[in-house]
């Protein structure tokens, strides 16, 4: 097997003398990994000259559906990463979190950032900030990509997902990367980058990819990079106190292994749907992957007198599971990546038997396996140990992390006993509760949330659909304070700003749309001959602007909208309670009633491009509008978005925002807000 690195445009196999890398289950050498002849200091080069700018050229829609399509097409030779995972001791099921979970992130992070990004080579966040009394001087934020390269060092463990889920918001933030993953699995990593390489769906310099020592390659970052880390806390700890990122002040993210738990609410008794979902999540995150996950629950915290009950129910599964060659469909767990690996689990179970009693599994435990071999493959059994007396006056099972199917029952006394003890951890990634009363579950998320980056209620309710104790979500954040390294990944949009520049932008209004692409209120407008509803969307320009006419509200208009819409609310139709109950102290016009108006007014009611209503946000009503009051609107190209054409659509169309601001007679304003509409793109 070919275990080989791509930097610089070019494909460089690891030769002997290198790293051996070892099939997990069969003790084989798979090949060798080698950088010697990288010249780590022209790859990031490379990375910054070559693939920066050509990210930086396209658009955040163009990157993201890059990488859509770069996925599908992954997920169409998914068999052959599937077959090189099972020599990582990954059964079908842990291979498929990691080929199949990761590649749907990519879609989902793909997803977001053509939903709720605009179609530019930027975002602006946030609100227009009003810093002068006359609006003449305002502020807005802007994200830009860095000018650098992320760095991107993974775990061994999930040698797919943990390159996926990094790469998919620094490329579509207009960052291009360096995966770094974990030598003893990187194999499958090169296969994958191989795929994409060979598809061509990223600019070249975009992607570069080390199998093998990383060198000198920390000494060359400069400020404009950033480093991600993935794995043990020690080595985070050791690679964010590199001279070169303090002295540049590189962003750093680490997220790391951490002593994760489950809590047994004391309300749960046994035979309850509760106590058989803990169970099943507790077994279920101790052999997936055989336990070597950054989320794995490694304290099992259940009340003192649900001990027994808890020990016997994990015992009894434990005794069913099955061991051995992953590719065989009567195995539940595989190998553990490594031999060194399992001699370091072994190494933490030793520490951890100093202070727990040892309860099934554990070093010494015979292992019946199908279809391998015990000396050659890197197997270690379930193991279970157990806190005999208070969990506040041992240190091992909050220090110590065992990092495979290794996991510790602590018990406790009250609710907030539960919250101590899952603090002993010094922060993790994720805890779960379990229980099914709303009170205990306020108590625990409140007095926990500190400590943890996620936490997961399990109950009857969503038990059915919860993607369990072990699963980040594209959606929202991973990372945890503390021993979890005090970072973030993920978390939608979020993810993807990590891997830019906030800058503040300060000027006047006209000036700010002009920057933004955005028209900002107050800022110069376009007048247009014609009305703007008969223009397509690539002849709109932002910032062109139509006064309508002017309108008297009448009391027939509210009585009418009165008893169409059903609203008869006092301040509308009792002048008596209007003038002494309301803050209005006479009759008023629905505010529904007004929006409703001002379509009337600005609508040009022939077919035209302007297809359809997308949504109306961001609504203020700042003044009220008595009875005989007139009001004129004016609405104005706020925002363009251009979409993707999809199969199913008969016109190609894109996303216009309207600003729209109602005034009085008086040219005070009375509401502002924007619609959104869908404008047909071509004439």
């Not at 005090?486 to 520049?501: P, S």
Request: proline share 4%; charged share 20%; aromatic share 6%.
């Amino acid at each position: 097997m070919k275990i080989h690195s791509y930097t610089c445009g070019q494909w460089l196999e690891g030769q002997q003398p290198g790293i051996a890398v070892h099939h997990a289950v069969m003790g084989d050498i798979l090949g060798y990994a080698n950088t010697d002849t990288i010249d780590f200091q022209q790859v990031l080069q490379y990375g910054r000259q070559v693939g920066g700018p050509a990210l930086r050229a396209m658009t955040v829609h163009e990157r993201a559906l890059a990488l859509k399509n770069m996925a599908k097409h992954l997920l169409a030779e998914k068999d052959t990463f599937y077959t090189l995972s099972s020599a990582t001791g990954a059964t079908m099921r842990d291979s498929a979190i990691d080929i199949e979970g990761g590649l749907s992130t990519v879609l989902s992070c793909s997803s977001i950032a053509r939903r709720e990004l605009p179609n530019e080579t930027f975002i602006v966040e946030g609100a227009t900030v009003k810093l002068s009394a006359d609006n003449s001087f305002v502020g807005r934020h802007i994200l830009t990509p860095k000018h650098g390269v992320a760095i991107h060092i993974n775990a061994f463990n999930f040698p797919c997902w943990g390159m996926l889920e990094k790469i998919a918001p620094s490329l579509i933030a207009g960052m291009p990367v360096v995966v770094k993953p974990a030598t003893v699995s990187s194999y499958v990593t090169a296969a994958m980058v191989e795929s994409i390489v060979a598809g061509n769906f990223l600019p070249e310099g975009a992607l570069q990819l080390i199998c093998g020592n990383t060198g000198d390659m920390l000494d060359h970052v400069m400020e404009q990079d950033v480093v991600t880390f993935t794995g043990s806390a020690a080595t985070g700890r050791q690679l964010r106190c590199h001279p070169t990122i303090i002295a540049h002040s590189v962003p750093f993210n680490m997220e790391a292994d951490s002593l994760n738990c489950s809590i047994l609410a004391p309300s749960v008794q046994e035979g309850d749907p509760e106590f058989d979902l803990f169970i099943a999540e507790v077994h279920r995150e101790m052999i997936v992957k055989a336990g070597q996950k950054c989320t794995a629950i490694r304290r099992i915290i259940v009340p003192d007198n649900t001990m027994t009950a808890v020990a016997d129910a994990l015992i009894a599964r434990m005794d069913k599971t099955t061991i051995g060659d992953p590719t065989d469909d009567k195995v539940d767990m595989g190998s553990l990546v490594g031999l060194s690996q399992r001699e370091t689990v072994r190494e933490n179970v030793a520490a951890l038997a100093a202070e727990c009693e040892v309860l099934y599994g554990g070093n010494d435990c015979a292992m019946d396996l199908i279809n391998a071999d015990a000396q050659k493959g890197a197997f270690y059994p379930p193991t279970l140990l157990r806190v005999q007396s208070s969990a506040h006056e041992v240190t091992a099972p909050h220090t110590i992390e065992a990092f495979g199917p290794v996991s510790t029952l602590l018990p406790y006394q009250s609710l907030e006993d539960a919250v101590a003890i899952a603090g002993l951890g010094k922060g993790s990634l994720v805890a779960s509760i379990v229980s099914d009363d709303d009170d205990e579950i306020r108590s625990l998320v409140l007095g926990m949330g500190a400590y943890h980056g996620r936490l997961l209620v399990i109950n009857r309710d969503c038990a059915k659909t919860s993607t369990g104790h072990g699963s980040p979500l594209p959606h929202l954040i991973h990372g945890g304070p503390g021993r979890a390294g005090g970072g973030e990944e993920l978390g939608g949009v979020r993810a993807i700003k990590h891997y830019m520049q906030r800058t503040a932008v300060q000027g006047s209004p006209s000036a700010l749309t002009a920057v933004t692409n955005e028209y900002t209120t107050g800022g110069k407008t376009i007048a247009s001959p014609t009305h703007l509803f008969r223009k397509y969307f690539d002849d709109l320009q932002i910032g062109e602007s139509m006064l309508t006419h002017r309108r008297t509200i009448t009391e027939t208009d509210i009585v009418n909208f009165g008893c169409m819409s059903g609203d008869h609310f006092y301040a509308h139709f009792d002048a008596i309670a209007a003038k002494q109950d309301s803050i209005f102290g006479e009759r008023v016009a629905h505010g529904y009633l007004l929006i409703a108006v001002a379509a009337g007014m600005f609508v040009d009611p022939a077919p035209g491009p302007v297809l359809a209503n997308y949504g109306l946000d961001n609504l203020r009503f700042i003044q009220s509008v008595p009875i005989g009051d007139t009001i004129q609107v004016r609405i104005t190209v706020k925002q363009k978005i251009k979409k993707e054409r999809r199969p199913d659509d008969s016109r190609h169309a894109g996303v216009v925002v309207w600003e729209v601001a109602i005034h009085n007679q008086d040219s005070e304003l009375i509401a502002l807000y924007d619609i959104l509409t869908l404008v047909e793109l071509g004439s």
